[in-house]
T-cell receptor, first 110, second 113 residues
Framework: GIQVEQSPPDLILQEGANSTLRCNFSDSVNNLQWFHQNPWGQLINLFYIPSGTKQNGRLSATTVATERYSLLYISSSQTTDSGVYFCAVRRGTSYGKLTFGQGTILTVHP | NAGVTQTPKFQVLKTGQSMTLQCAQDMNHEYMSWYRQDPGMGLRLIHYSVGAGITDQGEVPNGYNVSRSTTEDFPLRLLSAAPSQTSVYFC????????????FGQGTRLTVV
């Protein structure tokens, strides 16, 4: 099956810093999503981005499908950005099945 | 628009007990699925369904049973709970033949003692 690797596994920032999270995948995909799991355990949809670039406030994401990676940028980080960030991909032949990476644990200190 | 609704949010079971985790969605999505999340292991697929009457196994199906009698509902049954099934369970839904995003419920934290 498809492999999804996220880096770094852990990231500690001071409030106001910028960061880049990376997601590599081993095969072609037709769906890629970024999620934020907040400290209460909820999975929040951040981006649906099978290709191209999207921005939502301080967050933006870029997927280069031909090179099999996606990047999530967080600018001017806030303590509320803390949590786990997951990348998940779906192949064209897999109906709705999402394969998740292991996640990046982000801690933002005030 | 409620999206994906899971119940209960928390549950404690004794070893050997059975229970059903409920999942309902109101987006008319064909695809529904159950994942479990364990520390350090991300989310792993348990079972999924591409429509009413159609279910299939995911990556970690042992000890779980599902059925899909309606488009809206996809319950997950634990037949005889074991401590290894202590986990957080998520239900998700999405379209099958249209490439759109998947949506997740709020999760059920299950402890088996």
């Amino acid at each position: 099956g498809i492999q999804v690797e996220q880096s770094p596994p852990d990231l500690i920032l001071q409030e106001g810093a910028n960061s880049t999270l990376r997601c590599n995948f081993s095969d072609s995909v037709n769906n890629l999503q970024w999620f934020h799991q907040n400290p209460w355990g909820q999975l929040i949809n951040l981006f649906y981005i099978p290709s191209g670039t999207k921005q939502n406030g301080r967050l933006s994401a870029t997927t280069v499908a031909t090179e099999r990676y996606s990047l999530l940028y967080i600018s001017s980080s806030q303590t509320t950005d803390s949590g786990v960030y997951f990348c998940a991909v779906r192949r064209g032949t897999s109906y709705g099945k999402l394969t998740f990476g292991q996640g990046t644990i982000l801690t933002v200190h005030p | 628009n409620a999206g994906v609704t899971q119940t209960p949010k928390f549950q404690v079971l004794k070893t050997g007990q059975s229970m059903t985790l409920q999942c309902a969605q109101d987006m008319n999505h064909e695809y529904m699925s159950w994942y479990r999340q364990d520390p350090g292991m991300g989310l792993r697929l348990i079972h999924y369904s591409v429509g009413a009457g159609i279910t299939d196994q995911g990556e970690v199906p042992n000890g779980y049973n599902v059925s899909r009698s309606t488009t809206e509902d996809f319950p997950l049954r634990l037949l005889s709970a074991a401590p290894s099934q202590t986990s957080v369970y998520f239900c998700a839904s999405s379209r099958v033949y249209v490439n759109t995003e998947a949506f997740f419920g709020q999760g059920t934290r299950l402890t088996v003692v």
